[in-house]
């Protein structure tokens, strides 16, 4: 078929949806609710998935570098496994073009004591003015302040900790702990601050201080480990390459380097739970919307069952009729998809602009913002699915259509 023929079958079968504008108009919004249903529900799925990826990737790092006793065995005693020089090699780490931050990190427990009453505590030692500056806000401060850099021996307790101590902003605490040599050690210190992570049970044992503090209280230079944080989550494979690379024999230390995905069983978790919601849900969005949008063109087609006839009648060959047929379809698909990803992207923005809140998901406090993600990829398969769905529908009933005898389609009702 030449051009001048292909153009000239689009414009008749432009003038025939116009025939009837009621028909082709609702053939045209059942396409666009479709395409539109699909398009906010991956959506929805990609943001879930994107937001946990992040919140992973924003609380250990991209990297994490450690021992690999640190990530394969418990220790006897705290930092057993810890890393030694931990200035040298986060001057090294930074010297990596893809490294925007590394922050160090000292994890023990041990108890918090007011004097009257003493609790178990789970404590991390931060670099407090990095930490707050590559994270942004990862934790809601309820009262008081952040940690500083400038201010040694100050803690910050969870909100749940807080309350079981009777603490406030400027309360002396005692923190407690064994050190690298086995032996109990005290500290005394002061609250600088209380805060809320969103998981109560959390609140109910987290303890923040500094680094310097935590290794003062447990007797050692070193660190547990090193969260590396990138420029973005698309390098973390080569940058972990790079790393490990050098990173396998440093001195007499052989460190191991894990990504982000690696550290995060609540991610993994979540999103074995989620692809089987997520499945089943898409599932059975894509089933409704094909059998919803194929009987809307089947039904434009039968609906003109006679007007087939008569064209049958008068000498208009069956594969003329299905291709111009399908090529209406086609145009109608079109149309309703591309109406679709308007609309989608119509409700995408104003989530940004009004944004709603979901309910806190099991196990947290706080709830978090409902979002559309936009990913071009998706767009593109949806839209493309649509329009071969219009189109391939048009044509499948056509064919049965124009393949009645001419005396019957002309007593169609």
Request: aromatic share 6%; net charge positive.
């Amino acid at each position: 078929m030449t051009f001048n023929g292909t153009r000239h079958w689009l414009r008749f079968a432009a003038a025939n949806t116009l025939r009837n504008r009621r028909r082709s108009l609702a053939t045209v919004l059942v396409t666009a609710l479709g395409t539109a249903a699909l398009l906010l529900a991956g959506g929805f799925a990609l943001f879930t998935y994107q937001s946990l990826e992040q919140l992973s990737a924003r609380t250990t790092g991209h990297l994490v570098l450690a021992t690999p006793a640190q990530f394969d065995g418990s220790e006897d005693v705290p930092l057993q496994h810890g890393l030694d020089d931990a200035d040298a090699l986060r001057q090294r780490l930074l010297a990596d073009p893809a490294v925007r931050q590394v922050l160090p990190r000292v994890a023990f427990s041990g108890l918090v004591s007011n004097g009257d009453k003493s609790t178990v505590m789970m404590a991390v030692g931060i670099d407090p003015d990095a930490e707050f500056a590559v994270k942004g806000p990862f934790l809601t401060v309820s009262a008081g302040r952040v940690l500083s850099t400038g201010r040694p021996q100050e803690v910050m307790l969870g909100e749940g900790l807080a309350r079981s101590l009777k603490a406030a902003p400027g309360t002396g605490l005692t923190l407690l702990a064994s050190t690298t040599e086995g032996a109990l050690n005290a500290l005394d210190v002061t609250v600088a601050g209380t805060f809320s992570t969103g998981v109560p049970d959390v609140d109910q044992r987290l303890v923040y201080t500094d680094v310097a503090t935590a290794q003062k209280l447990l007797v050692t230079k070193r660190v547990t480990s090193l969260g590396v944080f990138l420029d973005r989550m698309a390098s973390t494979l080569p940058a972990q390459q790079r790393v490990q690379a050098w990173a396998g024999q440093i001195g007499t230390q052989a460190l191991r380097v894990q990504t982000w995905l690696d550290e995060a069983f609540f991610y993994r978790s979540v999103q074995a739970l989620y692809n089987r919601i997520f499945g089943a849900l898409g599932l059975v969005i894509s089933v409704i919307v094909v059998f919803v949008v194929a009987n809307a063109m089947a039904m434009a087609v039968i609906e003109r069952t006679r007007e087939i006839g008569t064209l049958r009648a008068l000498g208009t060959q069956r594969s003329h009729l299905v291709g111009s047929l399908a090529l209406e379809g086609l145009l109608l698909g079109s149309a309703g998809a591309l109406l679709g990803a308007l609309l989608a992207l119509a409700v995408t923005g104003l989530l940004l602009v009004l944004p709603l809140q979901m309910p806190p998901p099991p196990g947290r406090s706080v709830g978090y913002p409902l979002q559309i993600a936009f990913d071009p990829l998706l767009y593109a398969a949806v839209l493309a699915a649509m329009v071969l769905l219009a189109a391939t529908a048009a044509a499948l009933v056509a064919r049965r259509t124009v393949a009645l005898p001419v005396p019957q389609a002309l007593a169609h009702v």
